[in-house]
């Protein structure tokens, strides 16, 4: 179970299929749907695309969809929210541990956090979707929010 | 009683990965019998925080010449390799 995901995730901020040519794309939409909602502020996109050109946030994952979680400092949060975004084509992002390698990225997980130790379990609830198999290929695979609710709660 | 060994935590903003990263290895060490002293912060921030580590587990590099032993892995966050990577703690730890 994924409550915590799915509790964090407003359905206006679920992007599925997208056309993007760059991870600054992705970022860029995702970032724009949490400020519409209130959840972050403006200088969130900014941060977030800032700390993803020195300190990437892709996620090799050794198979077909890789996954990336940008984020930023706490400051530019106002409510603790996640975005989530499957691409029609991925686009690349460069690796967490290695900052020179891209890989190309399918589903992007957007984490807007204010406190960890209170945004403990959404956190863990990421981890724990990003290793259960074939979950990743069921977000990607969605084609309605209801759908990605479906694999959350599986 | 062994002192309890300090684990310093890294990743970009230490907010996110490193915490996922700081619960899993308490959790488990835990578990090995080993009582650790997590303390997480921002890759930038690990020369400055290094001297009483043990050891510095990091999702993203560090700079470099730290003189203490250094993790790098994705392992809490993807679990490829988790298993190889917690023996490897472990050795560090009990070293």
């Known amino acids: ?154 | 009683m062994p002192r309890t060994k300090v684990v310093l935590v890294a990743c970009g903003t230490a907010v996110a990965t490193s915490t996922v990263v700081a619960n899993a290895i308490e959790e488990e060490m835990r578990e090995r019998g080993i009582a650790v002293d997590i303390r997480q912060c921002k890759a930038t921030e690990v020369p400055g925080l290094i001297d009483d580590v043990d050891l510095v587990v990091s999702t993203t590099p560090v700079p470099p010449d730290l003189d203490k032993p250094v993790i790098t892995t994705l392992a809490f966050l993807t679990g490829i390799g988790k298993a190889e990577v917690l023996d490897k703690i472990e050795a560090a730890l009990r070293g």
């Open chain 1, 1 to 154: 179970m994924h409550d915590s995901i799915s509790r964090h995730l407003d359905p206006e901020a679920i992007c599925l299929g997208v056309e993007a040519t760059s991870n600054r794309d992705v970022i860029d939409l995702l970032a724009g749907r949490l400020a519409a909602l209130g959840r972050v502020r403006p200088s969130f996109a900014g941060a977030v695309l800032a700390r993803e050109a020195s300190m990437p946030t892709g996620l090799p994952l050794g198979g077909a969809v890789n996954v990336a979680v940008p984020h930023t400092d706490p400051e530019h949060v106002v409510k603790p929210s996640l975005a989530l975004a499957t691409l029609a084509r991925p686009v690349g992002f460069g690796s967490m541990d290695d900052p020179d390698e891209e890989i190309p990225v399918g589903v992007v997980m957007m984490l807007a956090l204010d406190n960890k130790d209170a945004q403990i379990d959404m956190l863990r609830e990421v981890a724990e979707l990003i290793q259960r198999p074939g979950a990743l290929a069921a977000l990607a695979a969605a084609t309605s929010p209801d759908e990605i609710y479906a694999v959350l709660g599986a």
